[in-house]
């Protein structure tokens, strides 16, 4: 056969998994509840509460009574709840607002806890009728101590409060937006990457059918004439003529069997061609032409398939390149376990000088891709003028 070896097909891009996304409005960096920004939001909740409180302990401290003792009670877990039950927040500082006017003590923790439940309302919820079901009596609540006071400018007062209530429910309600058009154009890449993978996999497919149907029409119709020939040779041949011509009768049948198992693969999309493992190298020392030995362990180890089909596919190349390039050489096939499974193929001297067979120069490079993807190592070079290859797997 003079044509090159066709290349091995690369495998189908893996698809990966992407992970359950988490709910809209936690996609904000500052408004992030998953796992890997709660400790940070916690934290900075922590000292914003931290910061208020204190200022609400200082006027504590400045005007005594209970009803401030209950404000900063109040205001303190309001606001650390705020991101998981921000109507609630919106509630307390409702409550506190309303209270505190009643009574005539004017403090700002109140309204410093119910600007900042509307702002996180709004940017969890837009423009919806909770963030409305909180904007209203929130504003309505800022003028409670205008109705209680005769002193207060009521047209000073009303825009005070509006901008009051308005500020942290537009910066919230672009929190939102900013939110959704983050979302739509996450979504809109990761269709976009969908469509890459699939049109990549698509043409990887065409392109190994086209590679498959080449093999076919060339590659599998020269080996059949082979060994339609070698078989006709065995018949009306005498003697080593005869057992030559049967040698490369099996080798050709044997290379039809593996090409149909190629085109399979080919055609199917699969990643591997389906090997024997380590069962099938006894019977692959024994078709090889020549002087063979197996040392191997009994019984052999369980390893994993694609260990095992990486270790079929060492020993077959080393016998291959074996039998072109050191014709008539001993060889001996050794199967160890410890640590680690070693595969090593080793031949001798050659009797004569080997054919001008023509090779593909793919085999030792995708005998080592094979092993490097079984998580192995693999060394070929010459020793003792012979060669020796030596793959070694995990167990």
Known sequence: ??????????????????????????????????????RSLFLLD?????????GAALEVVARGGPSSVVTLLLAAPALLLRRRWPLLTVATGLLLSVVMGVLGVFLTAPRTVLVIGLHTTAARHGFTWRTWLAA???????????????????????ITNAVFTLLPLLTGVWVHQRAKVLDLLRE????????????????????RRRIAREMHDVVAHRVSVIALQAGALTVIADGETAEVAEV???????ALAELRDVL????????????????????LVADAPGRVELARPDPLPEVEPAVGRAAYRVVQEALTNAGKHAPGAPVQVLLEVGE???????????ERPGGAVPGSGYGLLGMRERVTRAGGTVSARPEGGGYVVRAEFPC
């Open 136 to 158: 209203v009596p929130a504003y309505l609540a800022l003028l409670v101590p205008a109705f209680l006071s005769d002193r207060l400018d009521w047209p000073s007062y009303l």
């Open 1 to 38: 056969m003079d044509s090159a070896a066709p290349p091995e097909a690369a495998p189908p891009r893996p698809r990966t998994s992407r992970p359950p996304r988490p709910a809209l409005w936690s996609r904000v960096p500052w408004l992030d509840t998953t796992w890997q920004g709660r």
């Open 188 to 207: 809109r890449a990761e269709t976009a990457e969908r469509e890459r993978d699939l049109l990549a996999e698509r043409a990887v497919t065409a392109e």
């Open 46 to 54: 922590l000292a914003v509460t931290a910061a208020i409180t204190g």
């Open 264 to 283: 399979r693969v080919l055609r199917e999309d699969e990643s591997e061609v389906v090997a024997p493992g380590l069962p099938g190298i006894e019977s």
């Open 248 to 254: 490369i009768r099996k080798s050709g049948s044997a």
């Open 340 to 350: 680690r499974l070693v595969v090593q193929v080793r031949n001798g001297v050659p």
